[in-house]
């Protein structure tokens, strides 16, 4: 079993920046992948950024050159350094850890005011 817990949400200008935190707990030894995702309201979760063990990144275009993510394996922390950021980054923001499976955090809201 794995926890997240996520942290870092809130409310900023267009063109702010803002670093999101999420601290696993648990069977850290067995994630592979650590992700951000986010969902905005009506629309499905999306993959916005995932790091794997080795550092390998992805990034979803929409993002690409503004988000970066990393990883503390040390503290089996993952970050999201999120800058100019736009009004269409409004969502909810997840954390997710894969092992065999997939677990989530409960969310926290990013909200861009324009």
């Known amino acids: 079993q794995v926890q997240l817990v996520e942290s870092g949400g809130g409310l900023v200008q267009a063109g702010g920046s803002l670093r999101l935190s999420c601290a696993a707990s648990?069977?850290?030894?067995?994630?592979?992948?650590m992700a951000w995702y986010r969902q905005a309201p009506g629309k499905q979760r999306e993959l916005v950024a995932q790091?794997?063990?080795?550092?390998?990144?992805y990034y979803a275009d929409s993002v690409k050159g503004r988000f970066t993510i990393s990883r503390d394996n040390g503290k089996s922390t993952a970050y999201l350094q999120m800058n100019s950021l736009k009004p269409e980054d409004t969502a909810v923001y997840y954390c997710?850890?894969?092992?065999?499976?997939?677990?989530w955090g409960q969310g926290t809201q990013v909200t861009v005011s324009s």
């Open positions: 997710n850890a894969k092992t065999y499976r997939s677990y």
């Open positions: 648990g069977s850290i030894s067995s994630i592979n992948v």
């Open positions: 790091i794997t063990t080795g550092g390998g990144t």
